[in-house]
Every structure is written in C-alpha cells, then in structure tokens.
C-alpha cells in the first residue's frame, strides 16, 4: 500500500541529541523503514528546517522523505510551529490530490491537525500517533509547558477525529479514553527496537568501576538531577550522562553548567561524567559498557532507551512513568521506582551494583523480552493491521469523519 506519514517537526534524517529530536525521529524512521521492508511504498513529510535540505530525499532504507515548505527555511520550536500549520496542510492537499496515498499516518498532534486537514480533501484515512499528550504534560510542567494554549482542545479534536489512534501504551490509552477517544477506536502498538544495531554481542565503551548510564535530552525532566542526588548513597560507582550537545560544547549548556554545579554540592562531581552528543552508531557499546542503564524521568510517554538497553542485555532501573510501567518488567528485567525518589533510586541502584547474578539475569530477560516484543518489523506489522482497520484503500466516508 501507499503510506503517507506526516512528521511535521521530527524528521527521520534528523541528528539525535538536539532541540526537538529525540524518540519520534527514531520511532518514524524505524517503522518506515520497517514497512519498506514489508513492500509498502512510504513517502515522510517533514517541514524543511533549512534552506540546503533537498526537495526529496530517498533513504537508504527504502522511504522517501519530503521536505515541506511551511514558514521559514530554519529551526523552529516545535511549539512555536502552529501558525505554519495551515500552509504544511495546503502542500499536502496538492500532493494527494494529484496521487492519494492509502493512509495517512499523522505523528504528533500537529501533524494529526494537518493529517486530517489534508487527507479529508481527498477521502483518505488517517491513522494517529501523539507520541505525547499535552494533557499529562500541562498536569507535569504546570506554568513551565511552553505548548500552545490551543494545544489540549486540538489533540482531543484529533482523536475525535482519526479513523484509528495508536496508543503506545496502557498508560497512553487510559489517558485518551479521558480525553474522549473512543475505546473502540484504540489499537496499542508499542515503540521498537533495531535488533540488529542494539545486541549483547559487541563493542564495550569503556571498562573500569561500577557504571550506572543514563541517557537523553538534557531537560530537569529526564530525572538527571535526582540520580546525581542518588550517587551520594552509591559508593564507588560513576555516573555516565549521555545527551544535549557535543561534549566540546557542553560547557555553554545551561542544563548542563546545572547538573556539573548539583554534583559538585553533592560531593560527587569526580564520578559525574557527562559526555554530550552520543551518536546512534556508538549508543550501543555505551549502553553495554554499564552495569545498569537509569532511565528516571518524571513522567515519559513511552522511553526507548530502556528497550534499547534491554537489548543490549543490561538490567535497566527506571521510574514507574508512563510506558516504562510496560516494557520494563520489575524484578525480571530490571527494577521500578517511584518518580523523583532519590532514596528509592539509591536503594534500586546499589541492590543491583552488588548483586552482579541478578544483573546477567536481568540482562538475559531484558533481551528475551525484546526479541520476542519490540523488534521493528513486527511493530510494523502490527502497524499494517491497524492500517487495514482505519480502511486503508477505502475512500472515507467524508459526511461522519472518523466514524466507521
């Protein structure tokens, strides 16, 4: 079939680490690809962020990647990309007009409003991912959620609206069924992982003391400050943070400048190894080079480091947010902990630290987990089912919308 997916902001062939590129890149990427594998022609659309991108791009794992004129060729804050979203759905409306795709697969509430806007106009369904709701990040950021006020009322129109909603997790489909979405209309399909570049099997990134990694965007949220409050009641053992810019740059990183300050408070500067920017081909000996990988946030709509950890075959503590209360099995693969608990984080880190029988076993379920869940190509699979439910092919009732 001909899919469309619609990524307004995170663009498959983006570098990870940066503003605004982060799971959604990986997550868009992977399962286009995945579904190329699987003989379906996949075309992204994603809005140029620079003057120098190509019109269209083919990637080397067979989809094709558009690049929208929508505002000006730069970086934009995603949340500041909503007064652009008219002129993104205008594109697209000339595009499937003259050669309408099967479905449309929207990823993010902005591209579910230009999905549905677009796709309309020519009888297409639509298929949608949020990948974050703005309602459970308004209820943890509060004042600090720089989202557009109009984002909660859209994100609901959207679910309304959609022939199928993909939910992530358990977690995510509770909070769209508050929202209003239809249960019925609800299919869960988690995120995935590259089994071929995250293995047991392979290069180590560095040997020595206990290690702990954690990894991503350099945001209070992540949960870096409470682990490097935590480090205090775990001897001996370094911390590895991996994210924001390049390691020459961190020292102009605010975030960063803040994490090396709470440390030095802490007492634990000299095990802080904050390393910046680590690119997809090296995360995986990174992440086997831990004895335990720390992924605590304060919330997370769903988490892929974990998965890519497991993989690995490293035991993973996490907190109990979101879709990490699905991928990451307490007492089998790894341990759950309260948010924000640093004194349950500490307890969780040296049990497993000191306790190296517990770590392989761990690690062996966390990898056995992964082969048999949260590999791509079946996601893709499970993704295509839930294409062939939304009526992929089929024109779209256009006088009830969604509702089939």
Sequence with gaps: MRISMVSEHA????EL???????QNVHVAALSAALARLRHDVTVYTRRDSPDLPDRVRSPDGYEVVHVPAGPARRIPKDDLLPHLGDFAHFLAGEWTAEPPDVVHGHFWMSGVVALSAARAVGVPVVQTYHALGSVKRRHQGAADTSPPERLGLERAVGRDADRVLATCADELAEL????????RVSVVPCGVDQTLFTPCGMRAGTGRKRIVSVGRLVPRKGFGDLIGALRAVPG???VIAGGPEERLLADDPEARRLLAHAQRC????RVLPVGRVSRAEMPALLRSADVVACVPWYEPFGIVPLEA???GVPVVATAVGGLTDTVVDGVTGVLVPPRDRRALAKALTSLLTDPGRC?????????????????????????????????GQPVDLAVGGAR
Excluded: F, K, N
């Excluded at 680490?17 to 799971?23: H, K, L």
């Excluded at 069924?177 to 019925?184: I, L, N, Y």
């Excluded at 007492?267 to 000299?270: A, F, H, L, P």
């Design 267 to 270: 007492g634990v500067r000299d």
């Design 177 to 184: 069924v508050r929202m209003g979405v239809p249960r019925s």
């Design 310 to 312: 497991m993989a690995c």
């Design 360 to 392: 392989e076993a761990y690690g062996l379920a966390g990898a056995d987990r992964v082969a048999a869940r949260y590999t791509w190509d079946r996601i893709a699979q499970d993704t295509e089912r839930v294409y062939l439910l939304a009526g992929a």
């Design 11 to 14: 663009s498959p062939l983006a």
């Design 237 to 239: 053992a370094e911390l």
């Design 17 to 23: 680490g940066e503003v605004d590129a982060g799971g």
